[in-house]
């Protein structure tokens, strides 16, 4: 009875529209997986590798923060950032549409600020034309994930775009004493010279060597220690600009004498008295200019074709007082041939234009900046040339050409352009080259 019952039951249930509709279903598939295409481009393949992470809108400060972009933005033309007006109109409208309780207007406000903020860094960021890094570490860091980076690790934003936009002492100078002095964006000359300036560091040890004023200043935390004249290149023959870090100073030094000097003055006037102008002036002919050249007899070497062409030739002048280095030499890295020195003219520093050297940096106190270098007073051992001392720590050197400075009424003074080069990035990429490495043959 109860087995009838059951069955009767069962075929009731299967007979019932419902169920029996229910029963023929099936279960619906599960949703496919979301597949994210990695970006193209840089500022969204950042926020792709940080999982979205917020730097703009992260936090009501950061919010606040974001307005400055825009200021900074509608700043940008006197740095020569002429997009900067139309990429901060973007910015008020993405800040505008990034309702807290919006998630995609909030991550399309956080593209466009990001995307505009690295625009304008990478400008800023640019090296000037004619530039030599001696290390590529000093070069600046111009890529979105860099930039991005940088601000997003800053726990205070606000502070991180006036920092990061300001660049150095020396730039903000500039720049706000050309906005002080009525200018709105900038022209060739202060284009040229805000390229220049933005290329020095923001903080830390290290000297600056101003070729258009043609002084040395040492710096330590960012701020100005000490300075001394110096006696830089000649229009003819100017001293390039150089990024560089020194580590050692040379002692009694050897001067391998430029070719031009050779073809100019040196062989004529070998031609006409052959060891009589060349011994007292300590002056050697070597072999090669490898550090085991031997010294050849000046009658071995036809000067008469040596003043049409040099060539290979190298003359080498002996340590001593006529030396035209001086006591001291100051290297660095660039494979221009340029270098810090000691001189025994000591009266070009006396005059107002010291653009007189063949492109070498002659210094006015050299055992101070040495002193200063090392921590203490360079001491020769003995008296065998080419004594080199090892400094505690590098130093990095930045030589740069500035042809305006701040006034003291906070206004922009402009100095002579000595070199024409304001306006003129064909002529920095030219004295980038002049002395290069081949000034210095293999053997």
Known sequence: MNKLLLAASTAAILLTPGIAEAKKKKAPPPPAPVVRVVPTDPVELYYYSHGDAPIWFRSDASRAAATRLSSILRRAPIDGFNAGPALAAQVDAAIASAAPNNAAAV???????????????????????????????????????????????????????????????????????????GMASADASLLANLERARALPAGGRYAVVDIGNAMLTMYEGGQPVDRMKVVVGTPELPTPMI?????????????????????????????????????PRGYEVMSNWTNEATVLPASSVDWKAVAENPG???????????????????????????????????????????HLSNGCIRLEDAKRFARWLMGSDPKMSGSDPEQFVQLPQGVPIYLTYLTAEVGADGKLVQRPDVYGWDGRPDRQLAAATMYSSVARPAP
């Not at 001696?134 to 991180?160: E, F, K, M, N, V």
């Not at 870090?245 to 040196?266: E, F, G, M, R, S």
């Not at 190298?314 to 001593?320: S, T, V």
């Open 243 to 279: 990024a560089s870090i020194i580590h050692w100073v040379t002692l009694n030094p050897y001067w391998d004498v430029p070719t031009n000097l050779v073809k100019k003055t040196i062989a004529p006037a070998a031609l006409k008295q052959g060891d009589a102008y060349l011994k």
């Open 312 to 354: 290979a030739l190298r003359i080498r002048q002996k340590p001593g007082p006529q030396n035209s280095v001086g006591r001291l030499k100051v290297p660095f890295p660039s494979g221009q041939d340029i270098f810090l020195h000691d001189t025994p003219a000591r009266e070009k520093f006396a005059l107002p234009d010291r």
């Open 107 to 181: 991550k399309a406000a956080e593209l466009t600020l990001s995307k505009a903020w690295v625009a304008y860094m990478q400008h800023l960021r640019t090296p000037p034309k004619g530039l030599v890094y001696g290390y590529a570490l000093l070069s600046p860091q111009s890529r979105a994930d860099q930039i991005l980076l940088t601000t997003a690790a800053s726990p205070d934003l606000g502070a991180a775009l006036t920092r990061m936009s300001d660049v150095n002492s020396t730039y903000r100078g500039l720049r706000d004493a050309a906005i002080a002095s």
